[in-house]
């Protein structure tokens, strides 16, 4: 009888532990610092520390989901990360909607907070002036550094395939003059 009720008050003393150490690394300026919390474990151990009293409640509302884990330390921790990687990547999902949703709203109120294709969308990062950028996978965009001749000036065109094939491009359009690629 002694040893079950030593054993039950060193299994709360860890579960106090844990609730203490996590409350030091996952809040800081008294709200959580990550977005989400995956509790995996053998047992009942991971049920009983998310019902604990003394598991931080704002923690509590951002566990995304408990899992049975068979192995420890490193086998576990790839376990753990391979059984919740559906939830995970809700969370992805859920996040760039958000995203895509706030750049639809901003077309759709014209604020000029928004800019579309490759030329505007560099010229706002060289000013510093992006916050986010929604990028297509699959864009084929060159770079090109074209100079008059007979110029100092150096002008930056981004390219894509199509383009490249243009002749245009390559011409100063009001003397026709062939332009030097210089990169």
Same mark, same amino acid.
């Given at each position: #009888? ?10 709360? %003393? ?5 609730? $203490? ?20 474990? %053998? %047992?009942? &151990? ?5 019902? %604990? ?26 376990? !753990?990360?391979?059984? !919740?990687?559906?939830? /995970? ?6 996040? $760039? ?5 706030? &750049?639809?709203? $901003? ?10 294709? +490759?030329?505007?969308? /560099?010229? !706002?990062?060289? #000013?510093?002036?992006?916050?986010? #950028?929604?990028? &297509?996978?699959?864009?084929? +965009? ?9 110029? $100092? ?25 062939? /332009?030097?690629?210089?990169?």
């Amino acid at each position: #009888m002694r040893f079950a009720r030593q054993r039950v008050e060193k299994r709360e %003393a860890y579960i106090g532990k844990i609730c $203490e150490l996590s409350v030091h690394h996952f809040i800081s300026d008294d709200r959580p610092n990550v977005k989400g919390l995956i509790l995996a474990g %053998a %047992a009942s &151990f991971k049920n009983e520390l998310h019902g %604990a009293e003394r598991f931080d409640k704002r923690l509590g509302g951002i566990v995304l989901g408990t899992f049975d884990i068979s192995y420890g330390q490193d086998n576990g921790f790839s376990q !753990a990360i391979h059984l !919740a990687s559906d939830v /995970l990547s809700d969370v992805k999902f859920v996040k $760039e909607k958000k995203i895509i949703g706030k &750049f639809y709203d $901003e077309i759709a109120q014209d604020t000029g907070n928004v800019v579309f294709g +490759v030329d505007d969308t /560099l010229k !706002a990062m060289e #000013m510093g002036a992006l916050e986010k #950028m929604i990028l &297509f996978e699959e864009i084929e +965009v060159q770079r090109f550094e074209i100079q008059m001749p007979d110029k $100092e000036e150096v002008k930056i065109k981004y390219l894509n395939e199509m383009q490249q094939k243009d002749p245009r491009h390559f011409q100063d359009p009001e003397t026709g003059v062939q /332009l030097e690629i210089k990169s």
